[in-house]
């Protein structure tokens, strides 16, 4: 093992970062989106998942992976996030490599471990959700792009339309990735028309392949499930402007886990003065020009507003970015003082960010979540036929529920969970649990009514 590392450093910073993800995946929290993917699609089957979009939280092309992991004989909630696990690994595994071949080995180890434990990437490498495949589609056509650039190949091409088709299929959001891509594109090969219009013959198929694709959620839900839900509807203008002049400073927040406005002045900074400085190879300084400022670009001419989480995928020109300027600069550095800088940046990095992501806060504006996974706990030791009930509907709770049928398929219990707010109806021994008298107090309340006697538990 420790040859394997020697020989291939990716593996010196693969191997913990895995460990640490095997970590988490227990210990964290089960989110509502994550339980509602896992209730509504991927545990529903393959016909399911492909034809249903009540709501986004259908990403559909990972909810489709998801299908195939939910069967494995394994803890439900290891598999409902083991395919983040195995694409994370994957991800890793690509990224090293095509830093290694653009760039010095110790900028590309340095720039490496900032993305492997970056709070973005830790977080929706456990999180089961479509967001780590954006973060691996984009990786996937920055790689392409370069191969393409130095040698004309048809294949290449192809790959670079399927990415861009299942990256669409994944989460509709990927258009900001690809208008970033396509204004790229435009730049790098304006002068080399051969390539320009082959990638625009590439989008123009890609678009065709991610129309059939939706066809049908189209044919079951309408394409107003896609285009018009509660998450794409245009605001008005003002509150458009509102939210840019309010909110520019956050906007990769969910990158670094930290207030992220100075890093993003600092980034836009420091690429202009070598787009200024340099003379040649400006094309990763304006690579990361391009996916800064698209997003700000998207969100005022399509008045929506999505949630941060959206521009994680910048995480991947930053990276790229960075291994570049610190190449860049090492070469002014002593041999000796550079060997010691370099081994104090790669202990350093993985640590201040696990204690970042540790202390941060993922579930702001998330404690319903908080409780319901507090609730799962007790679950745990309800005893046989039992029924359970919730007085404030099953939208709230699609965690609590995922948690509980897992326990449950675990231990082989019939209980069964009722949704009514009529309490005379319930049969007998029914657990009702009060969302309002959750809210009351730090500690669970729960009500167990036997007849027409209850009895107030506090746990």
């Known amino acids: 093992m420790l040859s394997i590392c020697l020989n291939n450093k990716k593996w010196l910073i693969i191997i913990p970062f895995t460990a640490f993800l095997i970590h988490k995946i227990n210990l964290f929290p089960v989110y509502i989106d994550e339980a509602t993917t ?25 909810s489709l992976l998801a299908t195939l992991a939910v069967k494995l004989p394994i803890d439900p909630l290891i598999a409902m996030r083991l395919i983040n696990l195995v694409l994370s690994i994957i991800c890793l595994s690509f990224l090293y490599d095509f830093l290694k071949k653009k760039f010095s080995e110790t900028s590309s180890l340095i720039a490496f471990t900032f993305f492997a434990f970056s709070y973005a990437y830790t977080f929706y490498s456990i999180f089961a959700r479509g967001y780590l495949l954006i973060i691996l589609f984009t990786l996937l056509s920055f790689l392409l792009i370069d191969k393409i650039q130095d040698k004309f190949k048809f294949r290449f091409y192809f790959l670079f339309g399927l990415v861009t088709t299942l990256g669409f299929f994944t989460i509709p959001i990927y258009l900001y990735v690809s208008l970033s891509f396509g204004l790229i594109l435009i730049i790098q090969f304006w002068k080399d028309q051969k390539k320009l219009i082959t990638f625009l013959i590439t989008y123009f198929i890609s678009g065709i392949g991610v129309f059939i694709l939706y066809l049908p959620i189209i044919y079951f839900n309408g394409i ?17 402007i509102d939210f840019l002049k309010t909110s520019w400073f956050g906007f990769y927040d969910k990158i670094f886990g930290v207030q992220s406005g100075l890093i993003f002045m600092a980034l836009i900074g420091i690429s202009m003065f070598h787009l200024i400085r340099k003379k040649t190879n400006k094309q990763i300084d304006i690579n990361l020009l391009v996916f800064l400022i698209i997003p700000f670009l998207g969100v005022y001419f399509q008045n929506v507003i999505p949630g ?27 041999e000796n003082l550079k060997w010691l800088t370099t081994v104090l940046l790669l202990v350093s990095i993985p640590v201040i960010q696990v204690k970042i992501f540790n202390k941060s806060n993922p579930y702001a504006g998330h404690e319903n979540d908080i409780e319901a996974n507090r609730i799962a706990r007790f679950l745990k030791s309800i005893p046989e036929r039992r029924n359970l009930l919730f007085l404030d509907g099953k939208k709230d709770y699609d965690n609590v529920i995922y948690l509980f049928e897992r326990e449950r398929e675990r231990n082989r219990k019939n209980n069964k969970i009722f949704f009514d707010h009529n309490l005379e109806k319930q049969p007998k021994n029914t657990i009702i649990i009060s969302k309002k008298a959750i809210s009351s107090s730090n500690k669970i309340v729960l009500i167990k009514k036997f007849k027409t006697k209850f009895i107030y538990k506090r746990m």
């Open 38 to 62: 896992f209730l509504e699609y991927s545990s529903q089957g393959f016909w399911t998942t492909l034809t249903t979009y009540n709501e986004p939280n259908n990403h559909v092309f990972f």
């Open 224 to 240: 107003k499930s896609i285009t018009n839900n509660e998450y794409s509807q245009p605001k008005l203008k003002s509150e458009v």
């Open 308 to 334: 941060f989480r959206t521009w994680i995928y910048v995480l991947v020109p930053i990276t790229i970015a960075l291994a570049s300027y610190i190449e860049n600069y090492e070469k002014y550095v002593n």
